[in-house]
């Protein structure tokens, strides 16, 4: 049978490394005893220098779904005209779910598979400023794991606090964060939310949550309904080294063992390897015939969506795959059937995308399509190569044990 762990290349859940995997069956302890105070004591400061930042992270027992609610909630009250920037289905979801708590939401769509521009989320303030509903809160999404795009947040966030200097800025950066450079205090956000089973190298269940001084202010003022996702409950219980409620322990135990092991590799060796591994997607899938969704100056270095040829039937292509042990991820909302995505973040090696790429490369062929045998290959490794060499002349952004 094939080995299917070896190839799970969706957007998260992520593979496991070993020291996480066995973590996961460490007997349990007392939540609100000195082991579990102890681990917050390490995990939340190994946090904040992932984040890049000095402001508190709460540990939510959520998927990234409950952390953007808690996002939402913590923040606003219903009534507050919101910008939401939505560059895809994430993005979507995020306006969403303010819209349900009733805030008066104002959506900035752009068109799926490109980056969101300064100047048009400057507009979009100027709009709602003109109809006397300036922002109280602008949502951003850091990586849109639907299309493939890395918004270009700094910029972003950088036109909101010119436009709106006293909006939050909140934001979505659940399939990036920890992968590629990331700098919540360097860029101003207030509100940032990301998930145990990204780049963290963790399973479901956790989604960890920044929270700035501004934004606690303005959790003091809102009133949307909270209970379970009060990060006040969170904040007061963390101080006591615990959560208000019973966290998803074992989870616990594994983030912290994969934030020993980033620490260990340095956020400038993820960077690197991250940004190699998109690359060698890239460069791999187009070698294979296939169209890459995203803009290319905005493609994202965790995950990449390629179009689905027009005369493939993809249910029976990926149907191959699977039995050739390789797993993708269909397309999402309103790319369902008309793009895949390959994901490439977290315990990921350059040798894992080529392992995917061949598989790719003999269903193509067993298919009986024109591919040149190799060659995506060549191209992976010459595309990695080009990218570990760009970026050991840049300057990293972020260095290991940077901030906090
Ligand atoms: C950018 C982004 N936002 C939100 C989510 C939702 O997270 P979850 O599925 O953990 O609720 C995901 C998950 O893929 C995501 O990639």
Not at 39 to 65: C, D, Y
Not at 275 to 288: F, H, N, V, W
Request: proline share 6%; with cysteine.
């Amino acid at each position: 049978m094939a080995n299917l762990e070896a190839h799970l290349r969706v957007p998260g859940p992520t593979p496991l490394p070993d020291a996480v995997r066995e973590a996961g069956a460490r007997q349990m302890v007392n939540h609100r005893g000195p082991e579990f105070a102890a681990l917050m004591g390490r995990v939340v400061p190994a946090l904040q220098r992932g984040f890049r930042t000095k402001n508190e992270i709460l540990l939510v027992g959520a998927s990234g779904t409950g952390g953007l609610e808690a996002a939402v909630v913590n923040h606003l009250s219903p009534g507050d005209p919101v910008l939401a920037v939505s560059i895809g289905a994430f993005g979507d979801r995020f306006a969403k779910i303010a819209t349900r708590y009733g805030a008066d939401v104002t959506v900035l769509p752009v068109e799926w598979g490109r980056a969101a521009e300064p100047d048009a989320v400057r507009e979009a303030i100027a709009g709602m400023r003109r109809e006397g509903r300036a922002p109280v809160a602008v949502l951003l999404t850091h990586n849109e794991t639907s299309t493939g795009v890395t918004n270009p947040v700094e910029a972003l966030a950088a036109a909101v606090r010119e436009a709106a200097p006293e909006a939050l800025l909140v934001v979505d950066a659940i399939s990036g964060l920890g992968a590629v450079p990331f700098d919540t205090d360097g860029w101003g956000l207030d509100v940032v939310v990301t998930g145990s089973q990204k780049s963290w190298m963790v399973p479901p269940g956790l989604s960890m949550i920044a929270v700035s001084p501004r934004a606690w202010a303005a959790a003091e003022r809102a009133t949307m309904p909270r209970f379970y996702l009060d990060l006040k409950a969170h904040r007061d219980a963390a101080e006591k080294g615990s959560t208000p409620w019973t966290p998803p322990v074992s989870v616990c135990f594994q983030l912290d063992v994969a934030l020993a092991l980033i620490e260990a590799e340095g956020y400038p060796a993820i960077f690197a390897r991250h940004a190699a591994c998109g690359a060698a997607t890239r460069a791999g899938l187009a070698a294979l015939g296939f169209r890459l969704f995203a803009d290319p100056a905005h493609a994202s270095n965790t995950v990449t969506a390629a179009l689905v040829p027009g005369e493939m039937d993809w249910k029976s292509f990926n149907a191959d795959l699977r039995r050739r042990g390789l797993v993708l991820a269909g397309g999402q909302g309103k790319l369902t059937g008309l793009v895949f995505r390959v994901g490439h973040l977290g315990d990921v090696t350059v040798n894992q995308i080529l392992a995917a790429l061949e598989i790719l490369e003999e269903a193509l062929i067993a298919g009986g399509r024109p591919v040149d045998r190799g060659a995506a290959l060549a191209a992976a490794v010459r595309a990695a190569d080009a990218a570990l060499a760009a970026g050991a002349t840049a300057t990293a952004p972020a260095g290991k044990g940077a901030a906090a």
